[in-house]
């Protein structure tokens, strides 16, 4: 079965630094993957989209890669803040069946 | 501006009680999804929409009911209530089957069956 994988555990971060969050996938090739944040009590909020023949994007501090090969994409935010801590999430199409979502990981930027 | 709006915020019901949570949005996009997020789990779909007068299941659609009369509504119906229904409910919506510009989702339904 299809599998999304992230790290489960918080990740911690010092501000300023890049934080880097893994999403691994098995059984499945999506034409594209997503990033989206979500907020406590909130809902998720789209941030980036990557498609299979694109090996990077980028919008202000964020990055996004993709590897179809090793099945990975990584997310990046450059000189994190506070305000960035939050839950990320990772999700792959399913074409018109929706997105497929991981557990997602909690970042926490510290001062 | 409003995106896509769900109501109720809260709600708490007995077993076997029913109702429905309200969503609708207000961007004219065709598709429409509803899903759960219980801790520490991924967001799991319960039914989606290509467009109004088409529904169909997704991945836990076992206690719910959904309709689509309008392009801007979605509500979706619980029957008989269970505890194992007690979950954060999102609904979302994209302009594209393939969610190509991301979904937008509301800010949720607490739900609690008790």
């Known amino acids: 079965s299809q599998k999304i994988e992230q790290n489960s555990e918080a990740l911690n971060i010092q501000e300023g630094k890049t934080a880097t969050l893994t999403c691994n996938y098995t059984?499945?090739?999506?034409?594209?993957l997503q990033w989206y944040r979500q907020d406590p009590g909130r809902g998720p909020v789209f941030l980036l989209l990557i498609r299979e023949n694109e090996k990077e994007k980028r919008k202000e501090r964020l990055k996004v890669t993709f590897d179809t090969t090793l099945k990975q994409s990584l997310f990046h935010i450059t000189a994190s803040q506070p305000a960035d801590s939050a839950t990320y999430l990772c999700?792959?199409?399913?074409?018109?069946?929706?997105?497929?979502f991981g557990k997602g990981t909690h970042l926490i930027i510290q001062p | 501006n409003a995106g896509v709006t769900q109501t109720p915020k809260f709600r708490i019901l007995k077993i076997g009680q029913s109702m429905t949570l309200q969503c609708t949005q207000d961007?004219?996009?065709?598709?429409m999804y509803w899903y759960r997020q219980d801790p520490g789990m991924g967001l799991k779909l319960i039914y989606y929409?290509?467009?109004?007068?088409?529904?169909d299941k997704g991945e836990v659609p076992n206690g719910y009911n959904v309709s689509r009369s309008t392009t801007e509504d979605f509500p979706l119906r619980l029957e008989l209530a269970a505890p194992s229904q007690t979950s954060v409910y999102f609904c979302a919506s994209s302009s594209t089957e393939q969610g190509s510009y991301g979904y937008t989702f509301g800010s949720g339904t607490r739900l609690t069956v008790v």
């Open positions: 999700a792959l199409d399913r074409g018109a069946d929706g997105l497929t």
């Open positions: 059984n499945y090739s999506p034409a594209y």
């Open positions: 961007m004219n996009h065709n598709y």
């Open positions: 929409s290509v467009g109004a007068g088409i529904t």
